[in-house]
């Protein structure tokens, strides 16, 4: 029998796009190879700041029971300007503390996958959930792969499901 998993985050996680009155589908990999294995509810959805998907996630895992869920966190607050960024930290460290403590209590069984590091504001978020999740003993995927890299003329995301 197959695990049921919830995958919650922004760009990294969509495989549907909406676009002049219709949906377009994406190929995500990582979606796909999640779904050889697993029974995949997506929750992406590329506009979600991080309080509108903890919120989701409190919501989804209080009306449905999963397996495990998989979560990109921190995607649109990455991009905004790292001194910008910086202000809102105690504010992004609050929602990250609120969740985990929330995902612990209820004992949900939880990973994380970083952001590729492409910018200094990913690279603060990243390290803000990497010390939150160690904090609450939550897995991360990707921990030391996390990476861009260029071959050729394409840039190519190196993370653990991409592997």
Do not use: H, W
């Amino acid at each position: 029998m197959k695990k049921s998993i919830a995958v919650f985050g922004g760009y990294r996680f969509m495989n549907m796009v909406y676009n002049d009155g219709d949906f377009i589908p994406v190929y995500n990999y990582l979606i796909n190879k999640l779904k050889l294995n697993n029974d995949v509810t997506n929750f992406a959805k590329g506009t979600l700041n991080l309080t509108s998907q903890v919120a989701l996630i409190k919501n989804m895992t209080k009306a449905c029971r999963y397996d495990e869920i998989v979560l990109s966190l921190g995607e649109f607050e990455s991009t905004l300007n790292p001194s910008n960024l910086l202000l809102f930290m105690r504010d992004i460290k609050k929602e990250l503390d609120d969740l985990f403590s929330y995902l612990s209590t209820n004992k949900i069984a939880t990973q994380v996958e970083l952001l590729p590091n492409e910018s200094k504001g990913i690279e603060l978020i990243n390290k803000l959930v990497a010390k939150e999740c160690q904090k609450y003993g939550i897995k991360i995927m990707n921990n030391n792969t996390y990476q861009i890299k260029e071959i050729g003329k394409k840039k190519l995301d190196f993370c653990s499901l991409y592997i």
